[in-house]
């Protein structure tokens, strides 16, 4: 969709910036650049909602936790014993730390939203253990990461100080290990929260210990050293010195946060290009959401115009329907989601991120449009991908018709998106209220009680998003006269507010209807909002729609999670427009049903409480015409892509990062490229790769992609150490994806080896699939 961060927006706050010269913004002052501030989650009490339900699952989650387990290589790391066992999972990988981090994030969020004494001590009782770690190692560091040397796992310290000697190895990791720089933001920004949002004091001067220990490291890097480090994913460390900064006035860290700036993702943007086609996607929001507080805390305009402009890049040319973005984790072409609807789609990780880059500029210039996309991905995504019974999350949320949601477990996954899940359900409250000056906005209907130290006390009473009836009710009356601007959706056609049960006329402005006045107790204004049903295109396929009831996102109820769903996607015929091939349920508000092309009823319904159920969110629709001539190729086309789901085993996105290291992927030559939004493995003569694939009993199919168009190339193809075939790329399809299946001895193992060898001129492999025999 296009997203309503409209030119309006974009365009006049641009316009503002760049009237006034860069130096004079970059004395600006945090407080002169952010014009509203979220009222804090301390002064909001959640009601009972889908909200308080989520954050209330997230708490017993977290205390469910146990913080020795996710410190036990902090200890290790410090020559320490460690006092419980590491938790498994990506705990156990090279990336283990990480989720320590979010953690101190998710309950340090938590305890702001009404001080929660239980988590207090339990927090107070793991900085503890952290500034022992910390006393012990001496120079400040602290981490779990780890990474193999000489085949023995490590404290990935030792990385950190190969780096501050120069020696720089860069491939998707860094000098072997996974993220570090990433994990190590995630340690420092959790700190910072504790400090900040729990008001645990102890937690400020570990942070500095952690902060100086990677600003020794920067300092001693030159310009060239340090980009090339921060071309391995690093999170967001710029936000956190950003923050440091503006915490402590210390030069130093403001320094170090200019320095973090990746030019290679930066300053394409500063000069309004998006090149994100092809970029890991969580990699670079993190980057942004640090830019953006740069500016805040240094005033350079050119931060804040390239976060501007990535913001609606993204939201307007890379995402979905329910406001997440990403295919495989990575963007593809603008405009061209309509190629990539699978199962690997939304990574909740960007949804978390794009969500806390939204809070800035709308910050600097507040206007409804930016909290009609927020509204969009809290609702759609973000508690779509947590189960409330459990408290567990999804990784990716899949587009792709007939697909199921797959949740982490309690103690086995601690993927990216389990640790920024904590996060998004800790943090329901804190953007309800914001607050600029006599004036108080109202962004998300979440029932809630504020009450603020100035006087006020106001009630939010609804059922929303289920129906679009709001009530806030003045309990204490401010002191003063202020001003209430309330949030009119930009789909709220037919919208009318009441001011003690008298009609307001007012327009609103910028997307709010403003009511200003002196308050008195008792005062009740009520907002109604008819949901009616519309629809969106999908980019890159026109003929394509997804289905809206209000701020809900709708799909096709296909079938319970744990059963098969073999059908076609469903299409639907279409007369007039595409929202005519749905019919309204009498009585049950974005309750609809329509009947597909071939005859079949579905119940279309409310996507994101569909946790154990699989979906289709896009519709193909025909006319009656178009179906007459489509149909054959139609039905064609869903058979074999229902075949070759079937009959996958496992897929390998070669070139990709997570991909390459789920799959044991090495190579001795050739590198990683992109070519017509498909990333790729090129092996010139004498290069070998080898992976891992997953298999399952039976014969078996090795699917290989080329391009059609390479020619002259041989390449040697041996799985579990016997030669498959010798492929001689010769030209068979002109311009085209070439799938060539290779036949599989039957084996009882889980996995096989491949080993692909050059030959002769530079093979590309495109993608590698393990396929059940026909």
Not at 131 to 141: F, L, V
Not at 429 to 444: C, E, H, K, P, Q
Request: proline letters at 6%.
């Amino acid at each position: 969709m296009r997203y309503p961060i409209a030119r309006r927006t974009l365009l006049t706050s641009a316009s503002l910036l760049f009237s006034i010269s860069p130096a004079m913004l970059r004395a600006a002052t945090a407080r002169r650049s952010v014009r509203a501030e979220p009222i804090s989650s301390r002064h909001v009490t959640l009601k009972p909602s889908p909200f308080a339900d989520a954050m209330a699952a997230n708490r017993r989650y977290l205390l469910s936790l146990d913080p020795e387990r996710l410190l036990h290589n902090f200890y290790l790391t410090a020559g320490l014993t460690a006092p419980a066992p590491i938790y498994r999972g990506w705990e156990s990988e090279s990336i283990a730390g990480h989720t320590m981090g979010h953690w101190m994030s998710a309950m340090s969020l938590t305890i702001a939203n009404g001080g929660d004494p239980e988590l207090v001590a339990v927090l107070d009782r793991t900085l503890s253990a952290m500034q022992r770690i910390q006393a012990a190692g001496k120079d400040g560091y602290l981490g779990g990461m780890t990474v193999l040397r000489e085949g023995q796992s490590v404290p990935a310290k030792v990385v950190f100080e190969e780096i501050r000697r120069g020696d720089i190895r860069v491939t998707w990791e860094l000098n072997g290990a996974w993220v570090p720089i990433y994990a190590l933001h995630k340690i420092l920004a959790g700190l910072i929260d504790a400090y900040q949002l729990a008001g645990r004091k102890d937690a400020l001067p570990i942070a500095i210990g952690v902060g100086n220990y990677f600003a020794t490291i920067v300092e001693g890097l030159d310009d060239d050293q340090l980009q090339k480090i921060l071309s391995v994913e690093h999170g967001g460390i710029l936000e956190s010195y950003a923050a440091l900064y503006a915490l402590t006035g210390t030069p130093r860290w403001l320094d170090i946060a200019r320095r973090l700036r990746h030019h290679a993702v930066v300053d394409p943007l500063m000069r309004g290009e998006d090149r994100l086609s092809g970029l890991h996607a969580n990699t670079q929001i993190p980057k942004i959401v640090g830019l953006a507080r740069l500016y805040e805390v240094d005033g350079d305009v050119a931060d804040a115009n390239a976060a501007r402009f990535f913001h609606q890049s993204v939201t307007d040319h890379h995402s979905y329907v329910i406001g997440g973005n990403s295919e495989r984790e990575h963007f593809g072409q603008p405009d061209r989601q309509g190629e990539q609807l699978t199962t690997a789609t939304c990574e909740a990780c960007n949804s978390y991120n794009m969500l806390k880059l939204t809070r800035h500029p709308y910050g600097w210039s507040p206007s409804a449009d930016w909290f009609d996309l927020y509204e969009r991905i809290q609702i759609n995504h973000i508690l779509a991908h947590q189960r409330p019974d459990t408290g567990q999350f999804v990784y990716f949320m899949p587009m792709e018709a007939g697909a199921k949601r797959d949740y982490s477990t309690p103690e086995d996954s601690f993927w990216c998106c389990v640790g920024s899940g904590m996060e998004s359900h800790a943090k329901h409250a804190d953007s309800i209220y914001w607050r600029d000056g006599s004036t108080l906005f109202v962004n998300l209907f979440i029932p809630s009680t504020l009450d603020l130290p100035d006087g006020l006390k106001l009630d939010m009473d609804t059922r929303y998003p289920q129906d679009g009836q709001v009530m806030l009710t003045v309990t204490r009356a401010p002191r003063r006269a202020m001003t209430l601007a309330i949030r009119r959706p930009v789909w709220a056609d037919g919208a009318s507010i009441m001011l003690n049960d008298q009609p307001l006329t007012t327009e609103p402005q910028d997307g709010y209807w403003r009511v200003a006045r002196g308050w008195r107790a008792g005062d009740r204004i009520a907002i109604a909002m008819p949901m009616t049903l519309r629809s969106e295109p999908l980019p890159g396929a026109s003929d394509t729609y997804a289905y809206l009831s209000g701020p809900l996102v709708l799909a096709a109820d296909l079938a319970p999670a744990d059963q098969r769903f073999d059908g076609p996607a469903p299409a639907l015929l279409i007369q007039n427009d595409a929202a005519s091939a749905l019919t309204a349920i009498a009585d049950r508000p974005h309750h609809y049903r329509a009947t597909d092309i071939l005859g079949q009823q579905h119940d279309i319904v409310p996507f994101y409480p569909l946790y154990d159920r699989r979906t289709a969110v896009y519709f193909r629709t025909f006319t009656p015409q178009s179906w007459r001539s489509e149909r054959t190729a139609y039905l064609a086309a869903e058979a074999a892509r229902v075949d070759l789901a079937r009959r996958t085993i496992d897929i390998f996105h070669i070139g990709e990062m997570q991909p390459e290291r789920d799959h044991g992927f090495s190579a001795t030559g050739g590198q990683s490229a992109e070519f017509y939004g498909k990333k790729n493995r090129s092996l010139p003569e004498g290069a070998q790769a080898s992976f891992t694939i997953q298999r399952r009993p039976g014969p078996a199919m090795l699917q290989i992609t080329y391009w059609g168009n390479d020619t002259g190339r041989e390449m040697r193809i041996v799985v579990d150490g016997r030669e498959v075939a010798i492929e001689r790329r010769e030209r068979r399809k002109q311009n085209e994806w070439l799938l060539i299946d290779y036949p599989l001895a039957p084996t009882k193992a889980a996995r096989s080896t491949v080993t692909l060898t050059g030959i002769k001129g530079k093979s590309t492999i495109y993608g590698v699939r393990s396929l059940e025999a026909e």
